[in-house]
């Protein structure tokens, strides 16, 4: 645990860091940096309401975040996380809006649904590369394209209602929707707002987040997926499977992504929705990148980034010379710094090597 917590210090840093330079920014433009602040923290944290939609927020990076990192951990790039959020969330919702069945047959199906679906849409970029060595960030990037053109062609012409000027489908059967958390803590006796759209996907993102641990760091495959991200040569020369925990590791990081469509489909729109994703599956490799690849990191990680969209918005309408495109320069510098820590460790390492010659 403690070595965890030192590998989070330099990404805390970094967003420290990005807060200070977003301060300096604030300044500069001519409005009151600790005003700004306090707005953003307050709207993001200060209430039940605040907290709840940083919550939400926070639920699909996770899981494009974990995505990413499963990925990265076997040495691979996955750009194509939204595509296989979008085909997720088209398959969970064409399940949900098919089968007028039990909740307790409904729900699990859908799902599934959405898991395999994310899991066949990584698995073909594994399949190339490890078959025919073909790129995965060009092959993901393409499927992306492919994922949004084939889910919103079936959306406008098979399973839009008549009329329906929104490029939507059905709404599905209500036995196929997951409860929110009104309804949860409810069954506690404690009072929850209605109205707020949290709701059980959040507790499947703790759920994967705990998971994604257990696989990496407890099995067999895990173990093989690492060590093929660390060197595949060296791997493969232990006798491990490369082009096996190639696909493996794909299939794993689509699967984590399309639980997304839970989340969206199940309980928030409780239909798909044409362009819903904002930008998930690019933000998760944000989030991946500052939690360090770890679930726990990525957790945190993703906290952050739900709480900027929240306090961007209260920032954009509270303040008087910043927008929500603070938000955005906030990412991108904590990346940066972020960015900043591998330059490092590639100088001290070149240099050690120079030393030695």
């Known amino acids: 645990m403690q070595r965890i917590l030192d590998s989070l210090l330099f990404p805390l840093l970094a967003v420290v860091s990005a807060f ?3 301060g300096i ?3 500069l433009v001519g409005d009151n940096p600790l005003r700004v602040y306090e707005i953003f923290f307050a709207s993001a944290f200060g209430t ?3 907290i709840s939609y940083t919550l939400f927020y926070a639920t699909p990076l996770i899981f494009t975040g974990l995505a990413v990192a499963v990925a990265f951990r076997c040495g691979l790039l996955n750009i194509g996380a939204e595509g296989q959020l979008y085909v997720a ?8 809006f098919t089968l007028d069945i039990s909740q307790w047959v409904v729900i699990p199906l859908c799902m599934i649904a959405a898991i395999v679906a994310g899991a066949i849409w990584g698995g073909i970029p594994g399949i190339l590369k490890s078959r025919f060595g073909s790129h995965e960030v060009i092959n993901t990037i393409m499927m992306n394209f492919i994922a949004v053109g084939i ?8 399973y839009r209602l008549p009329g329906d000027p929104i490029l939507q489908t059905k709404t599905i059967f209500p036995q196929a929707q ?5 309804a949860i803590l409810g069954t506690f006796g404690i009072n929850f707002p209605a109205w707020l759209p949290l ?3 959040f507790f499947i993102a703790i759920f994967a987040c705990i998971f994604v641990y257990i696989f990496l760091w407890k099995t067999k495959w895990g173990y093989e997926l690492r060590a093929v991200g660390a060197n595949a040569s060296a791997a493969e020369y232990g ?3 490369v082009g096996r925990s190639i696909v493996l590791a794909m299939c794993i990081s689509g699967a984590l992504a399309g639980l997304v469509g839970i989340n969206e489909v199940l309980g928030y729109r409780y239909r798909y929705y044409d362009g819903f994703s904002a930008n998930y599956g690019f933000t998760g490799i944000a989030v991946a990148l500052l939690g360090r690849n770890h679930p726990l990191g990525i957790f945190l990680a993703a906290l952050l980034f739900g709480a900027l969209v929240r306090g961007g918005l209260f920032v954009n309408i509270f303040s008087d010379r910043v927008s929500k495109d603070l938000v955005v320069v906030l990412q991108a510098v904590i990346i940066l710094f972020v960015a900043c820590e591998a330059i490092f460790q590639f100088l001290q390492k070149r240099n050690l090597a120079t030393g030695k010659n």
């Open 20 to 22: 200070l330079v977003g």
């Open 25 to 27: 920014i604030v300044f």
């Open 48 to 50: 039940i309401d605040g």
């Open 89 to 96: 969330a088209f398959a969970a919702a064409w399940v949900g």
């Open 151 to 158: 889910t919103s062609y079936f959306t406008q012409y098979y």
């Open 178 to 182: 997951i409860p929110r958390m009104s």
């Open 199 to 201: 709701n059980f996907g």
């Open 239 to 241: 006798g491990i499977n």
